[in-house]
């Protein structure tokens, strides 16, 4: 036994719900800043549930994005994979800029996932256009 193994936790156990939660969390953190739109995206997905986010916010702090990645991935049907990664594709838009480092967390999920950038294009699209407050 390590001399700080006391101090870790163990995650929760992933469900579809948790899946969600966490799935967005990652996105919004992916460019290091987390903006006003992005957790008012957050909220909005999950109903503003308090205990869910904290419960996701512990699952983040014990499993790495590529480790949760595939959990999901075993986890979700296709409905869902395909949900979660809308909601992804909305936070990430929801600031009105596509960063890097958040464009590389999506194509990770969009792989992992089974999807291409050419099979989610439609829906890449809509809610490019759905966050284009500027045509107004």
Do not use: H, W
Request: glycine share 8%; aromatic share 10%.
């Amino acid at each position: 036994m390590g001399l700080f193994d006391a101090f870790k936790t163990t995650p929760p156990a992933l469900t579809p719900r948790l899946a969600l939660a966490v799935g967005l969390l990652f996105m919004v953190g992916a460019d290091g800043q987390v903006e006003q739109e992005e957790i008012g995206q957050l909220r909005s997905v999950v109903g503003g549930d308090q205990e869910l986010i904290q419960t996701a916010l512990k699952y983040l702090r014990g499993v790495k994005y590529e480790q949760f990645l595939t959990d999901a991935a075993a986890l979700l049907n296709n409905e869902q994979k395909l949900c979660l990664l809308i909601n992804m594709a909305d936070s990430l838009l929801s600031d009105g800029r596509a960063e890097l480092s958040e464009q590389q967390v999506f194509g990770k999920a969009l792989a992992q996932f089974g999807f291409s950038e050419e099979s989610f294009k439609g829906y890449f699209d809509t809610i490019s256009l759905k966050n284009n407050r500027s045509i107004f």
